[in-house]
T-cell receptor
Framework: SQKIEQNSEALNIQEGKTATLTCNYT??????LQWYRQDPGRGPVFLLL?????KEKRKERLKVTFDTTLKQSLFHITASQPADSATYLC??????????FGKGTHLIIQP | KAGVTQTPRYLIKTRGQQVTLSCSPI?????VSWYQQTPGQGLQFLFE???????NKGNFPGRFSGRQFSNSRSEMNVSTLELGDSALYLC?????????????FGPGTRLTVT
């Protein structure tokens, strides 16, 4: 079965810099990857979806890439702000097994 | 448009009891998925319902079950509760079935089993 790996350690970034989060998958190349944001005590909020045949997707200050050779997706937040501090979850899907989530990376933007 | 709602928000049960959690999807959404979130395992897929039919199920024991009603509202049931069932249970709705589309999550039900 698919396994999604994210750096479980907290990522500290200075305000204004670009935060880059990594998501690696271990088995087959998923048809798409999704990124979610989760704040404490709340459900995840959808951010971006990128399909296998797409190299890059952008939405405002967010950018996600999908590299099937490296089996990796990178999630970038440019001009980061303290309000961007949250846990970011990567998820893969494509079959009949629902979304497979990574454990998330806790991002801290320091003013 | 109202978001996904889940009730109750918090629940404390004793080992051996059973529990029913409820989820109301976004109006017009016919797909409802359930996930269990724990600090150790993260978010794990439980099952997905579409048009009152279970489309698929994750790797959970038969104590976990669910159903969907004609108005797309869904319930999940956990029987013979174990301490390890303590978790945040999240419901997510989507306009169409399958995980190819963004999921809209509710706030979750925090279940504590003592």
């Amino acid at each position: 079965s698919q396994k999604i790996e994210q750096n479980s350690e907290a990522l500290n970034i200075q305000e204004g810099k670009t935060a880059t989060l990594t998501c690696n998958y271990t088995n087959y190349s998923p048809a798409y990857l999704q990124w979610y944001r989760q704040d404490p005590g709340r459900g995840p909020v959808f951010l971006l979806l990128i399909r296998e045949n797409e190299k890059e997707k952008r939405k405002e200050r967010l950018k996600v890439t999908f590299d099937t050779t490296l089996k990796q997706s990178l999630f970038h937040i440019t001009a980061s702000q303290p309000a961007d501090s949250a846990t970011y979850l990567c998820a893969s899907g494509g079959g009949a097994d629902g979304l497979t989530f990574g454990k998330g990376t806790h991002l801290i933007i320091q003013p | 448009k109202a978001g996904v709602t889940q009730t109750p928000r918090y629940l404390i049960k004793t080992r051996g009891q059973q529990v029913t959690l409820s989820c109301s999807p976004i109006s017009g959404h016919r797909s409802v998925s359930w996930y269990q979130q724990t600090p150790g395992q993260g978010l794990q897929f439980l099952f997905e319902y579409f048009s009152e039919t279970q489309r698929n199920k994750g790797n959970f024991p038969g104590r976990f079950s669910g159903r969907q009603f004609s108005n797309s509202r869904s319930e999940m049931n956990v029987s013979t509760l174990e301490l390890g069932d303590s978790a945040l249970y999240l419901c997510a709705s989507s306009f169409v079935a399958g995980a190819a589309y963004e999921q809209y999550f509710g706030p979750g039900t925090r279940l504590t089993v003592t």
